[in-house]
């Protein structure tokens, strides 16, 4: 409702106005909205105010304000429309209104000069309502609708947070704590299992504190150790650049220098000794092998160690022989081997060894194409069902009337023999132990063996990051991650060099980033590619005076610089442009360490071997096998045990913190043989002996 509007109430129809019914509404110049009943109407026609009539253009502002003042009711008619006095602000600003249609009409007179102006009488907004937020005027001329409706706030809009689902992977089991987290747990949320350590069973460490550790170092460590699968302590490898060539590096003969972006841990070990066999393929016979089919088209014979199943004229279904012995078990490593071959065979006709557990379930180890010639078909696997047969056969395929044979059938239950863990996992690593190629069926005997065993399974393979990315030296603690980088490589064409002509000789020198500093007659531990060490470092002046051409040195001092002495330049640019793509590896001041992931390493059954291909020596500190670490205290092993005066036979005595027994009488300067002139006993049996 615009200012100086006059509404008319709409009554209901037949229906007659009282005295106090409001029959109009009127808005004045201020906002101010007046109800006008009809009493109001009837004192006004009784009384009629004293209307003032305002000339366009013509009446001063002074009338017009007298009028005002006067309390009559100012009114102008101009250009064919009525207006009245709507608005005064002062004595000197009169404002009139009349409205046509949707158009308020304003004449004002402000200090003696008139002006006109128009505006709309507002309408209803078709918008939606503004969302609840900060208070404030609004700048639109719409009114809202009585029936208006505000969206409904947000938590969010109230101020409240509410929770979201956590998407982090939940903590593993620690320290009760309350949590920082405002995300809530999804319902099937899952921690990480705990290890054993976690749980409070014996770590490694706790192992190492009940056994003795020893050391072994160099290109190769080489220790015993008295358990298979312990991890040893520490192992510590040093990394060194790879200067390919040969002969001292020189402008002739370049040498080029290479990093390592990463280490393997080589690990395997010498075996010598029995060992509990386990071949649980028996003979093969229609005794102890047994067809699965019953069907009258298949036949099954044995003679001589060869299996022979002819199939005549159908092919249904694949034939397969097992043997009646134990079934393997599910998780052991296991050898399977047999010699086959087929009668007319055909492409899509395989010589097969699977694990049968049921009508739906199998592991198929060994599945090659089958010829006419015997053939020898051998896998190295882990059982991943829990078989009821262990099934060896020749597949049907498209041939429909075939006879196949097969001999020397192997089940080699590995993990069975060497403990969980210690087997060999490759075809590679049980030919190492076992070369032989075909072993009779004797469960349970002794076997002697001795072969290198070098499991790849085992070899450790660790990355580096970047940075450092390539490293030219320093170590890796492999069992705790440090990776300590004490050198790094420059190109020489890089380098700011400076040519100096004030001594004996010109030389030209430059100073990489981080350096060590060398004291004066120092070794250097740097190489280059293209030069050979001359002078161990010093002075400027000494280096002008006596390092050899096409040598290199380094200036001592904090400040101290890489030196070259080289005649076939004479200036600095064609110098530096001859060294692009040269190589300098050079120690730094303060060596710098990254944090990289553990690696466990494990000891192997036997004499061990590690080595890694970062071209230094490895530092290896294992749990001790008590009796080699107990003779190797005292000095003394069966080898070399020699009597240092005569024993009288049935005497004890002790060769360090052993106690033997003499069987014979000993002469001063023998041989002491156990089982042979005496025999290793213990205080309590002594005692016992004595007292008896």
Known sequence: MASGEIIVNNLPANTSPTADDKVMVIRNADGELTNVTLDDIGDLLADPPEVFWVRYGLTSQADIEAAYQANKVVMMQTSGMVYRLTSRTSSTNHKFSAVSGSTIYTRTCSNGSWSSSTDSIPSASSSNPEGLGTASPGVQNLYSRADHVHPKPTAADLGITVPSASSATPQALGTAAAGSSEDYSRADHVHEMPDAEDVGAATPEDVYAVYPTDTASGAVASFPDGADGVPVKSLVADIAPVQSGSGDPAPDNVRPITGHTGVTVYDDAYYGGLIDWNQKAPALNTTNWKKVTSATWVTFTAADGTATVAIAGNKTSNTHIYPSTTPDVAGHVVYIRMDAKCTNPQSDQRATVLFFENASKAQTLISSAVSADWSTYETVATITVTPSQTRFYVSTGSNSDFS???????????????????????????????????????????????????????????????????????????????????????????????????????????????????????????????????????????????????????????????????????????????????????????????????TEVTALLGENNIWTDANGDVAVVYRADIQLYIQKLTGSTEEDMIADAPIASGKYFLVGNRLFLSTAAIAAGAKLTPGTNCTETNLAAALNAINS
Request: with cysteine.
């Open 404 to 598: 196949y044979y097969i001999k020397n059938p192997q089940i080699i239950d590995l993990t069975q023999m060497f403990g969980p863990g210690n087997e060999p996992t490759t075809l590679e690593a049980f030919h190492a132990l076992f070369p032989a190629g075909e072993y009779a069926y004797s469960a349970g005997t002794e076997t002697t063996v001795g072969a290198v065993r070098n499991d790849p399974g085992r070899n450790v393979s660790i990355a580096f990051p970047d940075p450092p990315g390539t490293v030219y030296g320093g170590t890796l603690d492999v069992t705790t991650g440090v990776l300590t980088v004490d050198k790094v490589s420059v190109d020489l064409g890089t380098l700011n060099w400076t040519y100096y002509t004030a001594g004996n000789n010109p030389i030209f020198y430059a100073e990489p980033s981080g350096h060590k500093a060398y004291a004066n007659g120092e070794a250097l531990n740097a190489i280059c590619s293209c030069y050979a060490v001359g002078n161990p470092a010093a002075a400027r002046s000494t280096l002008t005076s006596y390092l050899a051409d096409k040598k290199f040195s380094w200036i001592t001092g904090a400040s101290g610089s890489f030196t070259v002495r080289d005649s076939s330049y004479t200036d600095k640019t064609t110098f530096t442009t001859a060294m692009n793509g040269q190589t300098l590896v050079y120690p730094l001041a303060t060596p710098v360490t990254y944090q990289l992931t553990p």
